[in-house]
């Protein structure tokens, strides 16, 4: 069983910048391709950001530039710089695998506000 907790989000002003965390416990081997999703009200969750086993990144073109995913295997954490940000990239914020096959249970999310 593997338990994703995000954390990091918050209310901040246009042009901002917030830095979310995403902690893995459980099986290691579930630990692989990573991605932050995105889902705002009455839209469909998106993916923003992903990252692979061996640290190559892909983004979302809404994101491009601007928000940069990492990722730290010895402490099973992967996180989201975000700068630049506004009001469209408010949304709930997830960690999850990036390859649906292996996508586990969804957490709690993160609250990501930008708004002036």
């Known amino acids: 069983q593997v338990q994703l907790v995000e954390s990091g989000g918050g209310l901040v002003q246009p042009g901002g910048s917030l830095r979310l965390y995403c902690a893995a416990s459980?099986?290691?081997?579930?630990?692989?391709?990573m991605g932050w999703y995105r889902q705002a009200p009455g839209k469909q969750r998106e993916l923003v950001a992903a990252?692979?086993?061996?640290?190559?990144?892909n983004y979302a073109d809404s994101v491009k530039g601007r928000f940069t995913i990492s990722r730290d295997n010895a402490k099973r954490t992967v996180y989201l710089q975000m700068n630049s940000l506004n009001p469209e990239d408010t949304a709930v914020y997830y960690c999850?695998?990036?390859?649906?096959?292996?996508?586990?249970?969804w957490g709690q999310g993160t609250q990501v506000t930008v708004s002036s």
């Open positions: 999850n695998s990036a390859l649906a096959g292996l996508r586990h249970d």
């Open positions: 459980g099986s290691i081997f579930s630990f692989n391709d």
């Open positions: 990252i692979n086993s061996g640290g190559s990144t």
